[in-house]
């Protein structure tokens, strides 16, 4: 059974960087498959923030793309997510991910991370 | 890029069939068959309903399913259940800018 783990900061300061983390289990990130990121502002939709291939091709969100960096550490079966210059904005459940190209297989439970000072 | 077009809400009461749509452009929803639906209710991670614009994932009910015509795709709900009150978003791959994926605004579904 695959499962995905965020962690990181709840509390992030206006200007700074928010940066988590997704631990992978049940399935090696190496074997395939896309790995990426989406968030949801509170009572807000969806937005894909981006995702890494396997092979380590990145794909970004073109209005964040300027400040998102999305990166694997095979050795530990996990991917981070950097996101820079934060603002009240960028407030959000984020979730990881498992895809193919175009839909998300398995989702992480979401972490809350709030952008305050 | 700009999300796809979904109505703010739809209703209806228990056993009918209703419709949801998404709308978008040749550059994601009418020009690939990578359309997704999720479900998502309050307080938990959305699940995957539909995939490839009409499959359903192993495990989910055969009275979802989905279609596309142009660039506007549909879930169709049947049999309405009181579970099945939740947001429904869509979503397409598209090729507008980067290689990327985007996202409708969702829907909440209400049963009456």
């Known amino acids: 059974q695959v499962q995905l783990q965020e962690s990181g900061p709840g509390l992030v300061k206006p200007s700074e960087t928010l940066s988590l983390t997704c631990a992978v289990s049940?399935?090696?990130?190496?074997?395939?498959?896309?790995w990426g990121w989406i968030r949801q502002p509170p009572g807000k939709g969806l937005e894909w923030i981006g995702s890494i291939y396997h092979s380590g091709s990145t794909y970004y969100n073109p209005s964040l793309k300027s400040r998102v960096t999305i990166s694997v550490d095979t050795s530990k079966n996990q991917f981070s997510l950097k996101l820079s210059s934060v603002t009240a904005a960028d407030t959000a459940v984020y979730y990881c991910?498992?895809?193919?190209?175009?839909?998300?297989?398995?989702w992480g439970q979401g972490t809350m991370v709030t952008v305050s000072s | 890029q700009s999300a796809l077009t979904q109505p703010a809400s739809v209703s209806g009461s228990p056993g009918q069939s209703i419709t949801i749509s998404c709308t978008g452009t040749?550059?994601?929803?009418?020009?690939?068959?990578?359309v997704s639906w999720y479900q998502q209710h309050p307080g938990k991670a959305p699940k995957l309903m539909i995939y490839?614009?009409?499959n359903r994932p192993s495990g989910v009910s055969n009275r979802f399913s989905g279609s596309k015509s142009g660039n506007t795709a549909s879930l169709t709900i049947s049999g309405l259940q009181a579970e099945d009150e939740a947001d429904y978003y869509c979503s397409s791959y598209t090729s507008s800018s980067t290689l990327s994926v985007v996202f409708g605004g969702g829907t909440k579904l209400t049963v009456l």
């Open positions: 991910a498992r895809s193919t190209r175009s839909d998300v297989d398995i």
């Open positions: 049940g399935y090696s990130i190496s074997s395939g498959y896309y």
């Open positions: 490839d614009v009409s």
């Open positions: 040749s550059s994601d929803v009418g020009g690939y068959n990578y």
